[in-house]
């Protein structure tokens, strides 16, 4: 078979892109150092939208409450599960371990809370983010918030003691929870900016994420005591 | 940060999954959205290059997928459903907007005078050394004309068939693999401009650095 000429080269490239080469192709492509160059970029441009095409990418979680929230607002949602009320909705889905050590937190929270009325708290890092919530709390953006709280369970997972992987581990699921809530809240308080109980529900969850952080931080010095 | 997901939807299979949310079950809808969100997302943020609409596009490809799940009869598999679904999605969102910006010729084969695909060979200093830099990839393809990148995203990314692409696209096998070929000569211009562009900077970095040295 007789070689091509460039021209019929880049043709046959046009109507079978991704076809193995001809033996005439293959004879160009030897003496051809312009169609070599074309043939090696196509090659290595389907290489990299492959390579790309096996990423995926995860979508924002408040994606999944707001499609929620339409699907209930359109009644594709069995009207029992709706009539729950979004929070207990959301505590629905957790699993029953989940919520057996959100209780126990709970408790823990509690009880850490009474405690603080009669002695002096430990957690000298964590108090003051608390207070400024619950003093300030109309007056602070709650980005910064959002981002304070960021950086402090960043801290409190540093000053974990590393002989205790269940702490850490109970620490994770915990803020997990509390992480889904803030993300439903927010999204609530994107759509209806000016809702005070909105605002609020968005304050309680950051609250619990703080008071959280705050008993971990307690328990692993009481452990290092 | 790990999210805890819960423990009932996250073992529910995908085919008990649509017979529940055929009833409306919330759980069900919750683990059908979970198992594709990611690709789905993927290909919407891949074919319309900006995240804030491929959010809006994901959202309404499930919205979609729930409104119609009731006539899901399982003749073709739930994935490729959902997949040509989005990308149908998609494709109605760039047929709007290119109809109020550019003709559909322009959205495919951009005028050749104005920087559109040449048909001259690139010279041997204009290869791409065989292989593609993921980032700058991205960019060109953020770059291609929305047909061109329709069709790369299908074919090259997500990796469907040109006769996938031609019944979603609407147009003959042919047509496809044509535009594809297209598609790969603009991305191929479009990377050894990047190349161009790096090279230039830093001849021009090492030239300020040696003339600063004096």
């Not at chain 2, 399982?74 to 149908?88: I, Q």
């Not at chain 2, 979603?168 to 190349?195: P, V």
């Amino acid at each position: 078979m007789s070689p091509l000429e460039c021209a019929q080269f880049e043709r046959m490239l046009e109507q079978q892109p991704d076809a193995p080469l001809s033996a005439g192709a293959v004879a160009h492509l030897e003496d051809c150092v312009d169609c070599q160059s074309l043939w090696s970029d196509m090659e290595a441009i389907r290489t990299a939208g492959m390579e790309w095409g096996s990423d995926e990418i995860e979508p924002p979680e408040y994606l999944w409450a707001s499609l929620r929230r339409q699907l209930e607002s359109e009644g594709l949602i069995r009207e029992r599960t709706a009539r729950r009320g979004w929070l207990l909705v959301w505590f629905g889905t957790a699993p029953r371990w989940a919520m057996a050590g959100a209780s126990i937190s709970l408790l823990l929270i509690a009880a850490m809370l009474a405690a603080y009325h009669v002695s002096e708290p430990k957690s000298a890092a964590v108090l003051p983010m608390r207070l400024s919530i619950s003093a300030v709390r109309p007056q602070v953006a709650v980005a910064d918030i959002g981002k304070a709280l960021e950086g402090d369970v960043k801290d409190v997972f540093n000053s974990l003691p590393e002989g205790n992987p269940v702490l850490a581990s109970s620490l994770r699921e915990n803020l997990g929870i509390v992480d889904n809530l803030i993300a439903v809240c927010e999204e609530s308080v994107r759509e209806q900016p000016d809702d005070p109980i909105s605002r609020d529900y968005l304050y309680g969850a950051y609250q619990q994420k703080a008071v959280l952080l705050a008993t971990a931080t307690d328990r692993s010095a009481l452990e290092g005591q | 940060m790990a999210r805890t997901r819960p423990t009932e939807v996250r073992e529910l299979g995908e085919a008990e999954a649509i017979r529940r949310a055929q009833q409306g079950d919330a759980e069900a809808f919750e683990r059908l959205y979970r198992l594709h969100n990611r690709r789905v997302y993927a290909l919407c943020l891949r074919m319309v290059g900006n995240t804030a609409e491929a959010e809006d596009l994901t959202q309404e490809a499930f919205l979609q997928l729930f409104r119609k799940i009731a006539t899901f009869r399982g003749e073709s598999a739930f994935s490729t459903w959902l997949h040509r679904l989005a990308v149908n999605v998609v494709l109605m969102r760039l047929r709007k907007k290119t109809l109020a910006e550019t003709s559909l010729d322009e959205a495919t084969e951009p005028d050749e005078d104005a920087g559109g695909p040449r048909k001259d060979i690139g010279g041997p200093d204009l290869r791409l050394s065989g292989s593609v830099d993921r980032v700058n990839l991205e960019r060109a393809v953020e770059q291609l004309p929305p047909g061109y990148r329709s069709i790369f995203v299908l074919h090259d990314v997500q990796g469907y068939e040109h006769n996938e692409i031609a019944v979603i696209m609407n147009c003959s096998i042919g047509n496809s693999k044509s535009q594809l070929h297209k598609a790969r000569m603009r991305l191929r211009e479009l990377l050894q401009e990047f190349e161009r562009s790096r090279a230039r900077e830093e001849r021009q970095a090492a030239k300020g650095g040696s003339s600063g040295g004096h």
